[in-house]
């Protein structure tokens, strides 16, 4: 089992494999929402259309999305420090090149590497994190330090991104990680453990991969284009449609080949089903109540981009409080519990921002309360969710279920945004803010429901998936304790092996 799986780390380098860790988990998510407030300056200064200048968001999300199921399988395959650090290079390069471009197309493909980059580190952080602190409080802290590092670039990054373009123009916003990138890239040699080159060599499945690949990617392109054209334009739909035959084509080649990019069977482990059907309905409530809560504070109650992102700061304390809470208390709970409790608190705290949000509200009542409530249940999910993604499985399949937890969390994502975007517009009967504001609160009303839904789904598959491993396992442990019985030694009797029994000596002789 991976969890009960450790490597010996080298020392005292390996005090830094943490933090190289979490500024992974922190940059990919700082990068989704850096560059939205810097939208309006890039559109000026490269000279981008209305339409294109969405493909710099777009193009980050879609490869980022797309590549993340190979880019764990590649870690199992090609190993991870192997592609920790290549996935830093083609990070820290991107970014380098979106910082220098000089015009639409170069921005929008050095956001698009970006995005390849963030896959291939994404899924490998997770698993290092798991494979490299032993079952118990010390990889409960990592899990939700993990978490909270996630939380905390998706925050700071609406507050850096308006700083840095008031301060250092919009091209800052992209620079900046070249210096973070070859810091981490520096502490990543001597503190990432080496692969190893035993065993036999794990195959990629090409096929699988391309199909996974271009499937995801369509899906995510078929969501982001709903919120320009609809649900029913032939722009959106046809997409959608083909997105659907390539995963199911994809769903069908993974039964056929004999080391398949995602063992479909994975699924059937209890805790990995429950943390990926949380993953999906968690980000489909969570990102799109960060997108509400952005529009609601610039356009509805007149903040400035700065200081709009800094009102998200509160949301990166609660997380932290919530990441303390689940890491003491993990060891009672257990993993189920802690997802149906913190995700029931979270989706209360988006309940309360569909009842408070208001054409006069204020910070206080509007903003600051549901928005501690939410990211303290938020925070107290990361732990379980980072340990119910690998638990029971081998660690030759860890990056697999790495993957398909981050490909979870950005297509729910992308699924929740493009839903909840098409509700909100619904509600705008009323036009002006007020026609805003029963907008929000209705996308508020429907993502709060998807947590709760995912909360409890989680909960009850975990719980099932976790009595079926017991009595499992209580099936194994009587038959090895049966043949336990059979000699003193506990090894199997040599009759029954068929090894060893010489005919000519009696059985009541054998030493």
Known sequence: MANSQ???????????LLPVLLTVQFLVSLDVSVVNVALPDIGRGLGFGAESLAWVVNAYALTFGGLLMLGGRLADVVGRRRILIAGFVVFGVASLAGGLARTPGQLIAARAVQGVGAAALAPVALVLITVSHPVGAARARALGLWGAAGAAGGAVGVLAGGLLTDWAGWRSVMLVNVPVVAAALLLARPAVPADTGGGPRARLDVVGAFLVTAGTALLVLGLVRTQTYGW???????????????????????????????????????????????????????FAAFYFTSLYLQQVLGYGPTAAGSAFLPFCAGVVAGTVISTRTIARLGPGRLLLVGGLIGAVGIALFAATVAVDGGFLVSVLLPQVVASVGIGMCFVPLGTAATEGVVPEETGMASGLLN??????????????????????????????????????????????????????????????????????GARKGARAAETPTGKPSPEKSGEGVDPAVPRSTKG
Request: no cysteine; charged share 15%.
């Open 407 to 476: 490909s979870s969390r950005q297509v729910g994502g992308a699924v929740g945004l493009g839903v909840l975007v098409t509700v909100a517009a619904g509600q705008d009967g009323a036009g002006g803010r007020q026609g805003l504001v029963d907008g929000y609160s209705a996308a508020y009303r429907v993502a709060a429901a998807l947590l709760a839904v995912g909360a409890v789904a989680a909960g009850l598959t975990y719980g099932k998936g976790a009595r079926k491993g017991a009595r499992k396992g209580a099936r194994k």
């Open 6 to 16: 450790t490597h010996a780390l080298p020392s005292p380098a390996s005090r830094w």
């Open 232 to 286: 029913t334009a032939r722009q959106s739909t046809g997409l959608l449609a083909s997105a659907l035959v390539l995963l199911a084509a994809f769903a069908f080649t993974e039964t056929r080949v004999r080391q398949p990019l995602l063992r479909l069977g994975l699924l059937g482990n209890g805790p990995v089903l429950a943390a990926n059907v949380f993953a999906l309905l968690m980000s489909a409530g969570q």
